[in-house]
């Protein structure tokens, strides 16, 4: 069965080309590093939560302490390549680099605290974003009961719900949650934002389950400012999510979530997976509520929120050669038709800007329709080289994304190899991109 989600260490999440970042893969600055380690000082003596995601059962409601080899990893990434400038019709030189750490430890009871933090520095920005920004992913403490069935943790998660690859419906903590857009992989972009404060509580029953989670507001406003902890992204406005999930049988599971924000109607969403036959898994993922559309939100108007119905479909398969194919179709009833974009667009970058700020940081579609092709590829060849690619197109402007990489694997160090391309005229979502061609060769150390 594959395993569909990369979670855990450091070398779980690759980076890779941009979208609205340049592509690229590390992060290192000062100020996020200082609380970063001051954070697992104080956290020190702890033993690890694991969530394994099998591509079967979803994310469940209660997730399993597990040990660690070593509570603390750390990872260092450093790179650079050239980018080619729509704007100033030229290649440019980049550079990027992050330092990543994640840190895990059980302290008895049942208690255990963790601390998620990546710093990444890339330049050039486009659009006049700091190049330095740290990213708080997550810090909490937790509680599990002896039986394993009753958990509850309190502070900034990182909560994921749904199996889609490029854009998940039913995720409704996604909003605001990326701070920093270095990779065209939604894999990594998923497994790398920002968590929200919560308190939440799960419980099991077999195989069933149940999850309440609590976000307060926190602020009222993102701060860009390199250091920020940035609640006002994530924690902007009150919410209570319920999820309900379920393993039918060895072969299909799903959940069911309801979501209620202060001052805006309720949502939710049901998403399933299917294990098809031995190599082929399919999942479905729909939600629905009152929400403004893109254009309007974009444009000011006044227009009131409307219903809103948002799906993804997709399969993957897993070839004994190890390489393993998915193909996604996704639908977004608030997303923008082909005009619209030429209309938005035909205004200039700031207009590209402004959707990329609206769309990009909860990982949104921007468009009504979309498609995905996800492949990758372990011992490419040699056993130690391993294949990532994707094709995002919108379905509605015709414009697409390609991005690949090919990482070769020592004990402790990975060297990549990332290339990403788009086309599309420029008054589509891909073709409107400020970097339209990509290169670049990154370095990873892991300790």
Same mark, same amino acid.
């Given at each position: ?14 980076s ?6 340049p ?19 104080a ?8 969530a ?23 990872? %260092? ?9 729509? *704007?100033?019709?030229?290649n440019?030189?980049?550079? !990027? ?11 008895? +009871? ?16 486009p ?8 990213s708080?992913?997550?810090a ?12 509850l ?12 690859f490029g ?14 857009i ?17 308190l ?5 029953w077999?195989? @069933? ?6 976000a307060p ?15 006002g992204?994530?924690?902007? !406005?009150? !919410? ?9 049988s060895?072969?299909?599971?799903? /959940?069911?979530l ?6 805006? +109607? ?8 299917? %294990?098809a ?29 409307? !219903? ?30 082909s ?8 205004? +200039?970058p ?16 921007g ?8 492949? @990758? ?9 391993? %294949? ?7 379905a ?13 694997? *020592? ?6 190899? /990332? ?8 008054r @589509?979502e ?9 290169a670049?060769?990154?370095a990873?150390?892991?300790?």
């Open positions: 069965m594959p395993n569909r989600r990369r979670r855990g260490g450091a070398r779980a999440a690759p890779g080309g941009a979208r609205l970042a592509s690229g893969g590390a992060r290192p600055a000062p100020c996020g590093v200082a609380l970063a380690a001051a954070l697992a000082v956290l020190a003596g702890t033993s690890a939560r694991a394994d995601d099998d591509a079967l059962a979803l994310t469940s409601s209660v997730e399993q302490a597990a040990p660690a080899a070593s509570p603390l990893r750390l990872a %260092l990434e450093a790179g650079g390549g050239t980018l080619w400038d729509r *704007w100033q019709d030229k440019v030189a980049a550079r !990027r680099a992050a330092i990543d750490l994640r840190y895990a430890q059980a302290i008895g +009871g049942g208690w255990r605290v963790a601390l998620s933090d990546r710093l990444d520095h890339v330049h050039p920005m659009g006049g974003q700091p190049d330095t920004l740290n708080l992913r997550e909490y403490a937790g509680w599990q009961a002896e039986d394993a069935a009753t958990v943790d309190l502070g900034r998660v990182n909560y994921r719900n749904g199996p889609a854009f998940n419906p039913t995720d409704f903590l996604r909003a605001g949650a990326l701070r920093t270095t990779t065209a992989d939604p894999v990594a972009l998923r497994e790398n934002r920002m968590g929200t404060a919560m939440r509580l799960g419980r099991r077999g195989d @069933t389950g149940l999850s309440a989670v609590l507001k926190v602020d009222n406003a993102p701060d860009r400012s390199g250091s920020s902890a940035d609640f992204a994530t924690n902007d !406005r009150a !919410r209570l999510l319920l999820v309900a999930d379920a393993r039918v060895d072969r299909l599971s799903g /959940q069911l309801a979501l209620a924000t202060r001052h805006q +109607g309720p949502q939710w969403g049901l998403n399933l997976t299917a %294990l036959s031995d190599a082929m898994v399919v999942y479905a993922e729909y939600a629905q509520g009152n929400e403004r559309s893109l254009l309007d939100a974009l444009g000011g108007g006044g227009a009131p929120a409307a !219903r809103q119905r948002k799906a993804a479909l997709g399969l993957t398969y897993t070839l004994p050669s190890k390489l393993s194919i998915t193909l996604e179709a996704d639908y977004n009833s608030r997303g923008l038709r005009g619209e974009f030429a209309s938005w667009l035909a205004q +200039g700031a207009a590209y800007f402004a959707y990329a700020a609206l769309t990009q940081p909860s990982q949104e579609l468009s009504r329709r979309a498609w995905l092709a996800y492949v @990758t590829q372990k011992e490419l060849g040699l056993k130690q080289l391993d %294949l990532t690619a994707l094709v995002r197109q919108n509605e402007d015709r414009s697409t994304l390609g991005w690949l990489e090919l990482r070769y694997h *020592w004990p402790r160090v990975d060297v990549a190899l /990332q290339l990403q391309a788009a086309s599309g005229s420029a @589509t891909f073709g409107a991109m400020p970097y339209r061609r990509v670049q060769v990154l990873y150390a892991y300790f």
